[in-house]
């Protein structure tokens, strides 16, 4: 019932998008956030859309797989768009029925909010999660945040703790599935009951989960201290970034497209 | 020089309360540069601490260890007592970094600085040499768990060793991924040259090593040859040990014949079966039945007791890939039901069916005795449901969470509101039936050693008194004395009248005791029947893809010897009367 968050997971292919170099895809990344905050016209939304299009086909990566990652903001974008049309009052009255009042205006913000969240998720899964390998973006962190070390900024471990993390997530999803299995054979109920009560009732997961989640860590820094780990200083990589001719194309690519809907947004068309 | 020399090394772990646990005591001894040795003794002895001293993860708190000459002490030979000296552990997931096949093997050597192209080479070739080079750039979330190990394999292997510390590595795995293991260790250890320290339970893994240590409270209590180590039998039940069945049987048949083994009988096992040919030649068996042990009450209960009911069940999780399919069973009252099958044949789907934690795609589950159809019972009788037919998982320790053993074990019965008094007597009775004593109720179940802590969850699901109990792998990770202990309760369950459902990889473990045995391949149920049918047919069992006992193996092995012989036994007790019967000597 766990096993389709995507968060984290990455998913293997050979397009331009999975060779890119993880600190461009990081920078455009960014780039594409303000983009999409920034934008509330829809001409400048709609080419949003297209180019965020475009990219997944040439990432290559399946329907099933995109709007698996889009499943769980889906009904976030329902309440913020929901929210939306209920309290912003401007321009003529669609539907008018007690004290509910939907206008034109309300309706306008509240598919911009809510198409603003989706795109934001299925532009950052497209640049960065589903086409990156967590290794690979930790790489990117570290090296984009470098500079940082001169004022003492522990770069390297936290890029480290990151990638572990990312690592980890599929093997705690499973070990949760397990232990929910596990206690609901012996009578635990997560779905009826009040809410204080299912709440409680999750104790009964969360405590296992904490205790062989401190375990695996153990386990863990022992086989890393037994294969040599002591930090990133004379560390090599089997894949170290090269930013290539290629990779400056691409990243240049992008950013025009990032202008584009930018200069959409600016001028009156 | 030695390669690894222990001198008089203790260790103790620091505590809260000061009383430091002390886990090696004055341990002593040396290891030559390709040797293949075998680290034996129960849970909690000291093994997995040894292994810690020498591959410099801990220093001794008293006395020298000294890897290369070196002494594990000196700061500056650190890095090359670990680089040279490469650890497997236990669980496959917890000793992967890397997110990629090839990131996680580069670890190693990346740590040590080795720069590319000559890394790249380094990766490449580990990759190869376990056979994983298909998987390069694949997940390794996704590996089987037979995989994961060859990945860590090729992980310490790209540390380019000279000693490969293997703590367990072979336990969590099905039959056919732990021979692959093996034999790529041994592989590497003759290729290589690579000094191979192996701890482990599987008293036959052992058997296979030039040198035995056998290791009780923090001390070595033997060592020697494993011919020499299982000439003593009774010494090794002594210290919570076993011998491998092979040897057991010679055991058996030297003392029912008043023979005396010798080391050189023991050496493998081709001399193992010489002589217990011979002595059963030699012998004549004028008594038999006065030294015959009972055979385990092993049979077939009536189809007509049929107490729950799989139809043309199939399952699919992702609605394309069919976890099982069109599986029919039934589950008679009071039986043994083992299921076999490797990893991902869709055992466990299988038994998430049966208390209704998936409901049926396609096909029935009925539980007869309540007369309830599992796809179509409303929600409240399916937690009646779940009170009459017990699941326990694989590892359950990992399902404890209250703070006391009393509330944990408790915690399946409190939504039934029962009388206090009447909720004790509950609880020690499950606590009881697991072999435990009623003073650990207080405690925190925390505390425990780990088979206690999985006798207190194999408790948490008895005290809802289950009619149908289902076990995934109760004895996996366990050492020998803990896996009798675990089926000696299940006998005990058995006799109070619980129906049995036993899932397992091992044919050894549920061959003894099952009364009837269902093969699963790939989903399918590929052969059912009673025990003694299950077993004259074991060669197209075995055909389909399932690893036979090792006792089987070895009865074959003795085929050579005399053709006459029945190879298809269920235990070493029914080996002794395949054995006496060669010799026309009436039985029964």
């Known amino acids: 019932m766990l096993k389709d968050i995507s968060l984290g997971r990455y998913y293997s ?40 299009i475009a990219q997944i086909v ?212 | 020089m030695k390669q690894i020399e222990v001198k008089e090394a203790s260790f103790a772990y620091m505590q809260d309360d000061d009383a430091n646990r002390i886990a090696l005591n004055g341990v002593s001894l040396e290891i030559e540069q390709g040797d293949y040795i075998a680290i034996l003794g129960p849970n909690g002895s000291g093994k997995s601490t040894l292994a810690k001293l020498l591959n410099n993860i801990e220093l001794p708190t008293k006395g020298d260890v000294f890897v290369f000459g070196i002494n594990t002490k000196n700061e500056d030979g650190f890095w090359d007592i670990r680089s040279k000296c490469a650890c497997v552990f236990q669980n496959p997931d917890n000793q992967i970094v890397g997110t990629t096949v090839e990131e ?8 040590l600085g080795i720069p590319n192209p000559e890394l ?26 037979g995989q994961k190990q060859k990945l860590a394999i090729a992980g310490a292997l790209a540390m380019n060793p000279s000693i490969i510390i293997m703590d367990e590595s072979t336990s969590m795995l099905d039959p056919n991924s732990r021979d692959e293991v093996l034999t790529l260790v041994e592989k590497l250890r003759h290729e290589k040259q690579i000094t191979v320290i192996t701890i482990t339970h599987d008293m036959y893994e052992a058997s296979r090593c030039d040198r035995v240590y056998v290791m009780y409270h923090g001390e070595i209590k ?77 049979q077939e209960v009536e189809p007509s007791k049929t107490i729950m009911q799989i139809e043309n069940l199939s399952y699919s999780y992702d609605g394309d890939f069919k976890a099982i399919e069109d599986v029919s069973l039934d589950v008679r009252e009071g039986e043994i039901l083992a299921i076999i099958g490797q990893s991902g044949c869709g055992k466990t789907t299988l038994i998430t069916h049966l208390n209704a934690l998936i409901r049926p795609q396609e096909g029935s589950v009925t539980l007869i005795c309540s007369n309830m159809n599992l796809s179509t019972a409303e929600k409240k009788h399916i937690k009646l449901l779940r009170q009459e037919v017990g699941l326990v998982f ?49 405690g925190s179940p925390f505390e425990l050693s780990g088979g206690q802590k999985r006798r207190v969850a194999l408790a948490g699901v008895l005290v809802m008194r289950p009619k ?91 085929l050579k010897y005399n053709s006459s012989i029945n190879p298809n036994v269920r235990s070493v007790e029914d080996a002794v009367r395949q054995l006496i019967n060669t010799k026309g000597v009436e039985l029964c």
């Open chain 1, 58 to 269: 040439i990432a290559k990566l399946p329907l099933k797989v995109i709007i698996s990652s889009i499943m769980p903001v889906v009904p976030i974008a329902l309440f913020i768009a929901l929210l939306n049309m209920l309290t912003i009052r401007e321009g003529r009255t669609l539907f008018e029925w007690n004290i509910i009042v939907i206008t034109l205006g309300g309706t306008r913000k509240a598919i911009l909010m809510a198409s603003r969240l989706i795109l934001l998720i299925i532009s950052t899964s497209v640049l960065l999660t589903l086409t990156t390998t967590p290794l690979k973006l930790s790489d990117a962190l570290e090296k984009l945040f470098a500079p940082l070390k001169v004022i003492k900024m522990p770069v390297h471990e936290m890029a480290m703790m990151m990638s572990i993390a990312l690592r980890f997530i599929p093997t705690l999803v499973e070990e949760t599935d397990r232990i929910m299995k596990a206690q609901v054979s012996r009578g635990a109920d997560y779905d009826t009951g009040t809410i204080i009560a299912r709440t409680k009732g999750y104790i009964t997961v969360i405590i296992p989960l904490f205790i062989s989640a401190f375990k695996r860590a153990e386990e863990l820094a022992t086989a890393m201290d037994a294969r040599c780990y002591r930090g990133g200083e004379g560390r090599t990589k089997l894949n170290p970034l090269h930013l290539t001719s290629k990779d400056w194309i691409i990243g240049a690519i992008l950013l025009v497209l990032a202008a584009l809907v930018l200069v959409l947004q600016v001028i009156n068309v």
């Open chain 2, 468 to 558: 149908v109990l289902v076990l995934d792998e109760p004895a996996s990770g366990l050492d020998p004395r803990g896996r009798q202990g675990m089926l000696r309760i299940i006998e005990s369950l058995k006799a109070r009248g619980v129906t049995i459902i036993l899932v397992s990889h091992y044919m050894d473990e549920v061959a003894e005791y099952a009364d009837r045995i269902c093969c699963m391949k790939d989903g399918k149920v590929i052969m059912l029947g009673s025990s003694t049918e299950i077993f004259e047919d074991i060669d197209k069992v075995e055909q389909m893809g399932i690893k036979v006992s090792r006792l089987n193996m070895f009865m074959r092995l003795m």
């Open chain 2, 120 to 145: 790249r080479q380094i990766v490449d070739a580990s990759m190869k040499y376990v056979g994983l080079e298909k998987y390069a750039t694949k997940q390794t979330a996704n590996l089987s768990g």
């Open chain 2, 222 to 298: 033997k060592v020697g040859k494993p011919s020499s180590i299982f000439l003593e039998r009774d010494k090794m039940l002594e210290l919570g040990l076993d011998c491998p069945s092979h040897i057991n049987l010679a055991h058996r048949i030297a003392k029912i014949t008043h023979s005396k083994l010798t080391q050189e009988d023991l050496v493998s096992e081709e001399t193992c079966a010489k002589r217990i040919i011979e002595m059963v030649k030699n012998a004549e068996f004028d008594d038999v039945k006065s030294y015959l042990k009972p055979d385990k009450n092993i």
């Open chain 1, 13 to 52: 292919g050979n397009s331009i998008f999975h060779e890119l170099d993880p600190r461009i895809k990081v920078v455009m990344f960014f780039t594409y956030m303000v983009t999409i905050f920034t934008v509330n016209k829809w001409q400048a939304m709609v080419l949003f859309s297209v180019i965020t």
């Open chain 2, 394 to 442: 694989q590892y359950p320790e990992y399902q404890l969470f209250e703070e006391t053993v009393y509330k944990d074990v408790a915690f399946g019965i409190k939504k039934m509101k029962l009388e206090p008094e009447e909720e004790r007597r509950r609880v020690l009775e499950a606590i009881k039936l697991v072999g435990l004593k009623e003073d650990i109720l207080e």
């Open chain 2, 104 to 111: 996680d093997i580069a670890f190693g050597p990346e740590n």
